[in-house]
């Protein structure tokens, strides 16, 4: 994603939308003022073509001859410009001579100056007259006072005359009840350009798609543990683009269509709703379309929106531009974004400015983000602060932050306390905390109940744990169930686990048929499955992986990749690795060198080795060196070696004593 080097483009677009947004919003003000002030308009029909001076003057001019439709229009010009007693005389006038735009009007003006009961009066003159903003008013006002049966009916009449607040007051009081007729409603509105209600019939839309989509144990996004057979919490500030951006922002995938949802975020967006941008913007970045998605989130953030400018910043930093994303997060920040300021926290923390990364961490706090306890454990116990990280954790624990509760746990577990330990693991685990789960599995495999260590192991996997994966394919395998751990170690493999890796290789290994004799002149063989799971394992340094892929070759006759293989596993310190090292070398003529690895495996423990320096030895005469590794060897074993090398240290000593 590279929107940044086209960031002129991106603020003139951003100022276009701003622009875009005030106009469409001009619209809707006048409408929502009709809310609280529902000024009938109905009689003004050429207030759009002549100057406002000389539409009052043409008007007051028959309102005084007594022309009952100037007269309305007049009070109504002059009650929408705030004079309120030269609109009263006018309104009065031509409500009295059946005028339904003045009744409405006249209960505007009366609600203003707070004389409620009388409003409603008017405007049920003005509603059962068939007058749709006076439906409306009267409807709001029964609903303010608590009596929904009576405002159902009013905004029911209103809405069903098309009109468009009156639609949105209907939906919001169905939606209020639970009535699932709230959606015909808001659509109704959304339809007639309401963008309160195109924004909140999207986000109905995208609540039941996100229902219907949402697995049974969708348990969000996890933090994986690092390390392996290790209890450690989670290592990362929690403080990540996508997580709180936006409610509800998980629409569609990467390259999927747009969703209805999508369209009408788009059109309350366009009409300058900052909610709307921000969730649009949130469904084009989980979509791939980041240019645009940034430019939404600018959109809402200029307007004001926290939210927005936290995911934009989010979008730079990603883009490589952290110092434009700290710029954002300090404004999401000031406004009491806590995801912004734990942002801040992080970036702050990465360069090292520990007292200004606390700073920020303890912002996030006091915005009601639990993260910031959490992260403000996480930077003391990278400290070495471990009584300042455990109150943190604690802090965050209590809060029901279930990773802070896994790292408390994890700290009091290392401070030899198991038993205050396990109920904050358990409490973890049974949030969700998939880290938990695999440490209680670890907590108890420690207490030698392997049988609810599984039981915990189990859980952690089946939610995508690749270590816990691995335990379980250790645990099948050690059954005999060899068909459930080739399952949990393909998982683990899969995961990213060496360990895993191998053991699936082994497993598949085992099945395959014996070779045979390699014939002179035959193709060379394809690698195996089981050959690459273990050149996968061997990559990621795997010693015993790597001499298993050396061995491989060997038998393949491709004694250069062998020898890079039993080379890296040597190196890293696998006896086997230089042994069978050697043992390419002695075939190849460099027994100088094959000694050099030898003697490296023989002083790791290897008893082939040293039985391999003894005979080596006792050829070039050295006799007493010889019987020296010959003692090695049978010390080292196994018995095999340990028979052979007993035999030649004897006939070695009768040399000697000839």
């Known amino acids: 994603m590279v929107f940044m080097g086209d960031r002129a483009t991106l603020l003139e677009t951003g100022r276009f939308v701003q622009r875009h947004a005030r106009n469409a919003a001009d619209e809707i003000i006048e409408a929502v003022g009709a809310v609280d002030a529902a000024v009938d308009t109905t009689a ?34 002059l009650l929408r410009r705030g004079d309120l007693d030269g609109a009263e005389p006018y309104l009065r006038g031509a409500t009295a001579e059946g005028d339904r735009a003045a009744a409405n009007n006249l209960g505007v003006l009366l609600h203003q100056r707070g004389y409620a009961e009388e409003a409603a009066g008017w405007w049920r003159v003005a509603a059962v007259a068939g007058s749709a903003p006076a439906a409306h008013a009267l409807g709001r006002h029964h609903r303010e006072r608590g009596d929904e049966p009576a405002a159902e009916y009013w905004l029911r009449q209103a809405a069903e005359q098309g009109h468009a607040l009156g639609a949105y007051a209907l939906a919001d009081l169905l939606e209020h009840r639970s009535d699932v007729g ?56 929690a403080a990540a683009p996508g997580t709180d951006a936006a409610a509800g922002r998980a629409v569609g995938e990467p390259g999927s269509e747009p969703t209805e949802a999508e369209q009408w975020f788009r059109q309350a967006a366009a009409r300058g709703h900052r909610r709307a941008a921000l969730h649009l913007g949130a469904i084009l970045e989980h979509r791939g379309e980041l240019k645009e998605a940034g430019r939404w989130y600018l959109s809402s953030a200029k307007e004001g929106e926290a939210k927005a400018a936290c995911a934009l910043g989010f979008l730079l930093r990603d883009a490589g531009d952290e110092e434009s994303a700290a710029v954002w997060w300090l404004r999401a920040a000031q406004d009491g974004d806590g995801n912004a300021a734990n942002a801040l926290g992080a970036l702050h923390a990465a360069r090292g400015e520990q007292q200004t990364a606390e700073r920020w961490y303890r912002a996030a706090m006091d915005a009601g983000d639990v993260n910031g306890a959490y992260n403000l454990g996480l930077l003391c116990a990278a400290q070495d602060r471990i009584p300042q990280a455990e109150q943190w954790y ?265």
């Open 182 to 237: 709230a959606e015909r409603w808001l659509r109704a509105a959304a339809e007639q350009g309401h963008r309160e209600a195109a924004y909140r019939l999207a986000l109905a839309l995208e609540r039941r798609a996100t229902e219907t989509t949402r697995g049974p144990h969708d348990t969000g996004t996890r933090l994986r543990v690092p390390g392996t057979g290790a209890l450690v919490p989670t290592g990362a500030p």
């Open 44 to 77: 003004e029909t050429d207030a759009d073509t002549e100057n406002e001076t000389e539409t009052e003057a043409r008007h007051r001019r028959a309102a005084e001859r007594g022309d009952l439709a100037s007269m309305s229009a007049l009070g109504a010009l």
């Open 394 to 658: 604690r802090r965050a624990a209590y809060a029901g932050h279930r990773e802070a509760a896994n790292a408390l746990a994890v700290l009091l577990l290392q401070a030899g306390d198991a038993n205050g330990a396990e109920p904050w693991f358990s409490k973890a685990a049974e949030a969700g905390s998939v880290d938990a789960a695999f440490n209680l599995g670890i907590l108890h495999a420690g207490r030698d109940d392997d049988r609810t260590a599984l039981v915990w192991y189990e859980r952690a996997a089946a939610a995508g744990h690749t270590e816990a994966a691995l335990q379980v394919g250790i645990a099948a395998l050690r059954d005999g169930d060899e068909r459930t751990a080739e399952r949990h170690l393909r998982c683990a493999a899969g995961g990213g686990s060496a360990e895993a890796a191998f053991r699936l290789a082994s497993v598949l290994d085992a099945r395959r048929p014996d070779p045979g004799p390699a014939v002179l002149g035959a193709p060379r063989e394809e690698k195996s499955e089981c050959e690459e799971w273990y050149e996968r394992a061997a990559q990621q340094g795997h010693r015993r992986a790597q001499v298993r892929v050396g061995m491989l070759a060997a038998g393949r006759g491709d004694l250069a990749e062998a020898d890079r293989w039993y080379r890296e596993a040597a190196e890293a310190g696998s006896r086997n690795g230089a042994f069978n090292l050697g043992l390419l070398l002695a075939r190849e003529g460099s027994e100088r060198e094959a000694a050099l690895w030898w003697t490296r495996a023989a002083r790791a423990g290897h008893g082939r080795a040293a039985l391999r320096l003894a005979l080596l030895a006792a050829r070039r005469g050295e006799l007493t060196e010889g019987r020296r590794w010959c003692a090695r060897a049978v010390e080292l074993g196994p018995a095999e070696v340990a028979e052979r090398a007993a035999r030649l240290s004897e006939a070695l000593h009768q040399e000697l004593t000839a």
